[in-house]
């Protein structure tokens, strides 16, 4: 089992930056693909950022904006985003999930790939 914590959430300006973490515990997360989703009000949850081990996936709409990146040593995984605009407010869940892919395959994009979710943290950009 793995338990995963997100914490780094909050109310910033449109234009500014925030960095969320995910903490594990349970297992290290080095033997898992980690992922970032988010999810606004009334919609469904979608696909942010994904670092599979040692490449890194990204959303259309976050790529050169977002950055996500991993501490094996502290167990964590992390989520910095830039250039905030308001279409980013959702609350932001971190995943992982132990089974491998190709990473042409997209599978790294899908909710079904993580078997594992932390409860998310909200995050809201006014603009």
């Known amino acids: 089992q793995v338990q995963l914590v997100e914490s780094g959430g909050g109310l910033v300006q449109a234009g500014g930056s925030l960095r969320l973490s995910c903490a594990a515990s349970?297992?290290?997360?080095?033997?898992?693909?980690m992922g970032w989703f988010r999810q606004a009000p009334g919609k469904e949850r979608e696909f942010v950022a994904a670092l599979p081990w040692s490449n890194t996936y990204y959303a259309d709409s976050v790529k050169g904006r977002f950055t996500i990146s991993r501490d094996n040593a502290k167990n964590t995984v992390y989520l910095q985003m830039n250039s905030l605009q308001s279409e980013d407010t959702a609350v932001y869940y971190c995943?992982?999930?132990?089974?491998?892919?190709?990473?042409?395959?997209?599978?790294?994009?899908?909710?079904?790939?993580?078997?594992?979710w932390g409860q998310g943290t909200q995050v809201t950009v006014s603009s």
């Open positions: 349970g297992r290290f997360l080095s033997g898992y693909a």
């Open positions: 995943a992982a999930g132990a089974s491998r892919y190709s990473g042409a395959s997209g599978a790294y994009s899908r909710i079904a790939t993580y078997d594992y």
